[in-house]
Protein backbone atom coordinates (compact mmCIF):
# COMPACT_ATOMS: atom_id res chain seq x y z
CA UNK A 1 0.00 0.00 0.00
CA UNK A 2 0.80 3.54 -0.01
CA UNK A 3 3.57 4.60 2.67
CA UNK A 4 1.97 6.22 5.09
CA UNK A 5 3.72 8.76 6.97
CA UNK A 6 7.56 8.60 7.23
CA UNK A 7 8.08 6.14 10.05
CA UNK A 8 5.50 3.52 8.93
CA UNK A 9 5.90 0.51 11.61
CA UNK A 10 6.74 -2.83 9.86
CA UNK A 11 6.53 -5.93 10.87
CA UNK A 12 8.16 -8.89 9.28
CA UNK A 13 7.12 -12.51 9.63
CA UNK A 14 8.10 -15.85 7.82
CA UNK A 15 5.21 -17.70 5.64
CA UNK A 16 2.91 -19.53 7.43
CA UNK A 17 3.81 -18.13 10.68
CA UNK A 18 0.83 -15.88 12.60
CA UNK A 19 1.15 -12.28 12.27
CA UNK A 20 -0.63 -10.29 15.28
CA UNK A 21 -0.54 -6.14 14.43
CA UNK A 22 -1.74 -3.67 16.89
CA UNK A 23 -3.02 -0.42 17.43
CA UNK A 24 -4.09 1.53 20.13
CA UNK A 25 -7.13 3.55 19.40
CA UNK A 26 -7.36 7.43 20.37
CA UNK A 27 -11.01 7.77 22.19
CA UNK A 28 -12.64 5.85 24.71
CA UNK A 29 -16.32 7.09 23.24
CA UNK A 30 -15.32 5.07 20.39
CA UNK A 31 -17.61 1.55 19.34
CA UNK A 32 -16.94 0.60 16.08
CA UNK A 33 -13.71 -0.67 15.24
CA UNK A 34 -12.61 -1.77 11.22
CA UNK A 35 -9.17 -3.09 10.15
CA UNK A 36 -8.39 -2.43 6.52
CA UNK A 37 -5.74 -4.03 4.34
CA UNK A 38 -3.85 -1.67 1.40
CA UNK A 39 -2.28 -2.49 -1.28
CA UNK A 40 0.03 -1.13 -3.67
CA UNK A 41 -1.72 1.19 -5.65
CA UNK A 42 -5.40 0.30 -4.79
CA UNK A 43 -7.78 1.63 -1.86
CA UNK A 44 -8.39 -0.07 1.52
CA UNK A 45 -10.08 -3.13 1.29
CA UNK A 46 -12.63 -4.28 4.55
CA UNK A 47 -11.08 -7.34 6.99
CA UNK A 48 -12.73 -7.42 9.85
CA UNK A 49 -15.08 -4.97 12.08
CA UNK A 50 -15.97 -5.17 15.83
CA UNK A 51 -18.46 -3.52 17.71
CA UNK A 52 -17.53 -2.51 21.77
CA UNK A 53 -19.77 -4.54 23.25
CA UNK A 54 -17.75 -7.59 22.03
CA UNK A 55 -14.65 -8.49 22.86
CA UNK A 56 -13.69 -10.59 19.88
CA UNK A 57 -14.53 -11.51 16.45
CA UNK A 58 -13.40 -14.01 14.36
CA UNK A 59 -13.17 -14.40 10.14
CA UNK A 60 -11.43 -16.79 7.86
CA UNK A 61 -8.12 -16.84 9.01
CA UNK A 62 -8.13 -13.48 10.94
CA UNK A 63 -9.17 -12.61 14.30
CA UNK A 64 -9.94 -8.78 15.66
CA UNK A 65 -9.24 -8.56 19.60
CA UNK A 66 -10.53 -5.69 21.61
CA UNK A 67 -9.73 -4.12 25.07
CA UNK A 68 -11.81 -1.52 26.11
CA UNK A 69 -9.91 -1.21 29.07
CA UNK A 70 -6.64 0.06 27.57
CA UNK A 71 -8.01 1.23 24.07
CA UNK A 72 -6.01 -1.24 22.10
CA UNK A 73 -7.13 -3.23 19.19
CA UNK A 74 -5.41 -5.74 17.86
CA UNK A 75 -5.65 -8.33 14.60
CA UNK A 76 -4.42 -11.82 13.95
CA UNK A 77 -3.72 -13.50 11.13
CA UNK A 78 -2.83 -17.26 11.03
CA UNK A 79 -1.06 -18.87 8.55
CA UNK A 80 0.24 -15.66 7.60
CA UNK A 81 0.67 -16.13 3.14
CA UNK A 82 2.74 -14.25 0.74
CA UNK A 83 -0.55 -12.05 -0.53
CA UNK A 84 -1.09 -10.78 2.99
CA UNK A 85 2.05 -8.35 2.55
CA UNK A 86 0.46 -5.00 2.70
CA UNK A 87 -0.17 -1.77 4.91
CA UNK A 88 -2.94 -2.59 7.71
CA UNK A 89 -5.05 -0.01 9.20
CA UNK A 90 -7.41 0.59 12.19
CA UNK A 91 -9.80 2.98 12.02
CA UNK A 92 -12.47 4.49 14.58
CA UNK A 93 -15.65 5.64 14.77
CA UNK A 94 -16.76 7.64 17.87
CA UNK A 95 -20.62 6.67 18.77
CA UNK A 96 -22.41 9.83 17.53
CA UNK A 97 -25.47 8.27 18.35
CA UNK A 98 -25.63 6.76 14.87
CA UNK A 99 -25.40 10.43 12.78
CA UNK A 100 -22.76 9.51 11.24
CA UNK A 101 -20.25 7.33 10.46
CA UNK A 102 -16.38 9.06 9.60
CA UNK A 103 -13.87 6.66 10.71
CA UNK A 104 -10.66 8.08 12.43
CA UNK A 105 -7.40 6.34 10.93
CA UNK A 106 -4.29 4.86 12.56
CA UNK A 107 -1.12 5.48 11.14
CA UNK A 108 -1.05 1.44 9.68
CA UNK A 109 1.49 -1.36 9.90
CA UNK A 110 3.36 -2.53 6.91
CA UNK A 111 3.37 -6.63 6.82
CA UNK A 112 6.00 -8.13 5.09
CA UNK A 113 6.02 -12.08 4.70
CA UNK A 114 9.11 -13.71 3.82
CA UNK A 115 8.45 -16.67 1.53
CA UNK B 1 -13.44 -5.22 -6.37
CA UNK B 2 -15.59 -3.43 -3.98
CA UNK B 3 -18.07 -1.99 -6.27
CA UNK B 4 -17.06 1.70 -5.79
CA UNK B 5 -16.09 3.26 -8.36
CA UNK B 6 -13.95 6.62 -9.02
CA UNK B 7 -13.14 8.22 -11.92
CA UNK B 8 -10.38 9.46 -13.26
CA UNK B 9 -8.01 6.81 -11.96
CA UNK B 10 -4.99 9.94 -12.16
CA UNK B 11 -5.18 13.91 -12.45
CA UNK B 12 -2.37 15.84 -12.71
CA UNK B 13 -2.41 19.67 -12.74
CA UNK B 14 -1.04 23.04 -12.30
CA UNK B 15 -1.41 25.19 -9.10
CA UNK B 16 -4.30 27.30 -9.09
CA UNK B 17 -6.60 25.37 -10.87
CA UNK B 18 -9.62 23.39 -10.18
CA UNK B 19 -10.83 19.93 -10.74
CA UNK B 20 -13.39 17.46 -9.91
CA UNK B 21 -13.72 13.64 -8.52
CA UNK B 22 -16.43 11.46 -9.28
CA UNK B 23 -17.46 8.57 -7.30
CA UNK B 24 -20.09 5.93 -7.98
CA UNK B 25 -21.09 4.20 -4.81
CA UNK B 26 -22.26 0.47 -4.15
CA UNK B 27 -25.53 -0.44 -5.31
CA UNK B 28 -28.00 0.43 -2.05
CA UNK B 29 -25.57 2.10 -0.40
CA UNK B 30 -26.77 5.61 0.57
CA UNK B 31 -23.71 7.16 2.24
CA UNK B 32 -21.12 8.21 0.41
CA UNK B 33 -17.65 9.26 2.19
CA UNK B 34 -14.66 11.18 1.29
CA UNK B 35 -11.13 10.97 2.68
CA UNK B 36 -7.86 11.78 2.07
CA UNK B 37 -4.48 9.96 1.66
CA UNK B 38 -1.09 11.94 2.01
CA UNK B 39 2.54 11.10 2.80
CA UNK B 40 2.66 13.24 5.75
CA UNK B 41 -0.95 13.32 7.13
CA UNK B 42 -1.92 9.79 6.68
CA UNK B 43 -5.97 8.76 5.81
CA UNK B 44 -7.95 11.87 6.69
CA UNK B 45 -11.58 11.92 6.80
CA UNK B 46 -12.85 14.84 4.45
CA UNK B 47 -16.93 14.59 3.93
CA UNK B 48 -20.17 12.28 4.46
CA UNK B 49 -23.01 12.73 2.73
CA UNK B 50 -26.12 10.41 3.23
CA UNK B 51 -28.97 10.13 0.53
CA UNK B 52 -28.06 13.75 -0.75
CA UNK B 53 -27.81 15.41 2.19
CA UNK B 54 -24.17 16.77 4.04
CA UNK B 55 -24.27 14.25 7.97
CA UNK B 56 -20.04 15.46 8.97
CA UNK B 57 -17.30 17.22 8.16
CA UNK B 58 -14.08 16.74 8.77
CA UNK B 59 -10.65 18.36 7.85
CA UNK B 60 -11.53 19.42 4.62
CA UNK B 61 -10.41 22.95 3.48
CA UNK B 62 -12.79 26.15 2.09
CA UNK B 63 -11.27 25.69 -1.17
CA UNK B 64 -13.23 21.96 -1.19
CA UNK B 65 -16.79 21.18 -1.60
CA UNK B 66 -18.84 18.05 -2.26
CA UNK B 67 -22.17 17.32 -3.30
CA UNK B 68 -24.07 13.48 -3.52
CA UNK B 69 -26.46 13.86 -6.61
CA UNK B 70 -30.15 12.37 -6.90
CA UNK B 71 -28.49 9.37 -8.06
CA UNK B 72 -26.31 9.00 -5.22
CA UNK B 73 -22.84 9.39 -7.03
CA UNK B 74 -20.80 11.88 -5.58
CA UNK B 75 -18.70 14.60 -7.06
CA UNK B 76 -15.57 16.54 -4.70
CA UNK B 77 -14.74 19.99 -6.34
CA UNK B 78 -11.11 20.87 -5.36
CA UNK B 79 -9.88 24.24 -6.47
CA UNK B 80 -7.14 26.83 -6.36
CA UNK B 81 -5.22 23.79 -6.34
CA UNK B 82 -1.93 24.28 -4.30
CA UNK B 83 1.05 21.68 -4.51
CA UNK B 84 0.07 20.52 -0.91
CA UNK B 85 -2.85 19.10 -2.39
CA UNK B 86 -1.23 16.03 -4.13
CA UNK B 87 -2.73 12.68 -2.30
CA UNK B 88 -5.02 10.31 -3.22
CA UNK B 89 -8.21 10.87 -2.90
CA UNK B 90 -10.59 8.50 -1.57
CA UNK B 91 -14.46 7.60 -1.97
CA UNK B 92 -16.16 4.61 0.09
CA UNK B 93 -19.67 4.10 0.37
CA UNK B 94 -22.15 2.21 3.12
CA UNK B 95 -25.87 1.04 3.42
CA UNK B 96 -26.52 3.65 6.53
CA UNK B 97 -25.81 6.51 7.88
CA UNK B 98 -24.14 5.92 11.21
CA UNK B 99 -21.07 2.99 11.94
CA UNK B 100 -21.16 0.68 9.31
CA UNK B 101 -18.94 -0.87 7.02
CA UNK B 102 -17.63 1.41 4.47
CA UNK B 103 -16.17 0.19 1.36
CA UNK B 104 -13.52 2.19 -0.55
CA UNK B 105 -12.87 3.21 -4.42
CA UNK B 106 -9.73 2.43 -5.81
CA UNK B 107 -8.92 6.18 -5.26
CA UNK B 108 -8.24 8.87 -7.51
CA UNK B 109 -4.24 10.22 -7.75
CA UNK B 110 -3.83 14.02 -8.12
CA UNK B 111 -1.10 15.69 -8.79
CA UNK B 112 -0.81 19.40 -8.60
CA UNK B 113 2.91 20.48 -10.58
Known amino acids: GESVGLHLPTLSVQEGDNSIINCAYS??????FIWYKQESGKGPQFIID?????DKRQGQRVTVLLNKTVKHLSLQIAATQPGDSAVYFC??????????????FGKGTKLSVKP | DSGVTQTPKHLITATGQRVTLRCSPR?????VYWYQQSLDQGLQFLIQYYNGEERAKGNILERFSAQQFPDLHSELNLSSLELGDSALYFC????????????FGPGTRLTVL
Open chain 1, 91 to 104: AENMNYGGSQGNLI
Open chain 1, 27 to 32: NSASDY
Open chain 2, 92 to 103: ASSVGLGADTQY
Open chain 1, 50 to 54: IRSNM
Open chain 2, 27 to 31: SGDLS
